[in-house]
């Protein structure tokens, strides 16, 4: 199937590793070029190496911090300077900190603020007005399972993507007639690092191995094992295509059926 990709120009947010990574890869090889940005330089620049060498694509990376001043200004102007404007942006940010609410002070809940709202609102402030002028534009963002079936000792992670979900929803509805698609992806329990992560303060916190908790993960999941992040990142590949042009305002699962609720 043709998506309709090949010399898109996309940015893609954390994409060092794990789903954003998955996601570049994928978008590069369906001929897009690609901008890939993380915090830190060894991580991006081998990411970018791997994608670009195994797909062919045009990848180029740059390290930024999406909480930093002017770092936003940073990726996008760079992204136009390098490949043109860019046609499709995939917010996405390394989750917050895990725990209950006790366990976060306020500092802690803006510092997640910053990461996970607010990179996702300036992100697209920065591309939209482009996206308009032209008349065509995809906004994906990577959100979780958990605005939908909130998950155990993920405070900050529920309240604050159900936040990215809201205004995602209401935005898809603003630009709709301009040509502009706006979507959010949930991902599942997919074998990254973040949900090794995940895994390891849960193992500490109830006196188990990481093994462990990864095996009661998958019990949870009807398909009875973990995703991978191509899977995720095929489905991020047709969001941003000409084919998924009738498909806004959406928050698609990928999640082996994780999610309970019959919607």
């Known amino acids: 199937m043709d998506l309709g990709l090949r010399n898109k120009v996309a940015l893609v947010a ?3 590793r794990g789903l954003g990574r998955a996601v570049a890869y994928e978008l590069a090889k369906e001929g897009a070029k690609v901008l890939i940005f993380a915090r830190g330089r060894e991580a991006v620049e081998a ?5 670009a060498s195994s ?5 180029h990376a740059i390290v930024a911090d999406v909480t930093a001043d002017g770092h936003v200004g940073k990726v996008v102007s760079e992204t136009s300077a390098r490949f043109g404007p860019v046609d499709i942006l995939v917010t996405n940010a390394g989750g917050p900190p895990a725990g209950p609410f006790e366990a976060h002070n306020w ?3 803006e510092r997640s603020v910053l990461l996970t709202l607010k ?3 300036e992100l697209t402030r920065a591309v939209l007005p482009s996206m ?3 008349r ?3 906004i994906i963002h990577v959100t979780s399972i958990a605005v939908k079936q909130p998950v155990d000792n993920l ?3 529920n309240s604050l993507r159900s936040a990215v979900t809201g205004f995602a929803r209401t935005l898809a509805n603003e630009v709709a007639t301009d040509g502009i698609t706006v979507n959010c992806l949930m991902p599942g329990y997919t074998r990254t690092e973040r949900v090794e992560e995940l895994a390891d303060t849960t193992a500490k916190r109830d006196g188990l191995t990481r093994d462990d908790v990864l095996k009661r993960f998958e019990r949870e999941i009807p398909m009875k094992r973990l995703g991978e992040p191509h899977e995720f990142a095929a489905m991020a590949a047709f969001l941003a295509s000409e084919r998924a042009s009738y498909v806004t305002g959406q928050s698609i699962a990928v999640d082996g059926g994780w999610i309970r609720s019959l919607l």
Not at 47 to 51: L, P
Not at 55 to 59: K, M, W
């Open 14 to 16: 954390a994409a060092s």
């Open 47 to 51: 990411a970018r190496d791997e994608i």
């Open 55 to 59: 797909t062919g694509g045009e990848v």
């Open 107 to 109: 500092d802690t809940w």
């Open 119 to 121: 990179s996702a609102v």
């Open 132 to 134: 308009r002028a032209r």
């Open 136 to 138: 065509w534009g995809r």
């Open 155 to 157: 405070m900050l992670s």
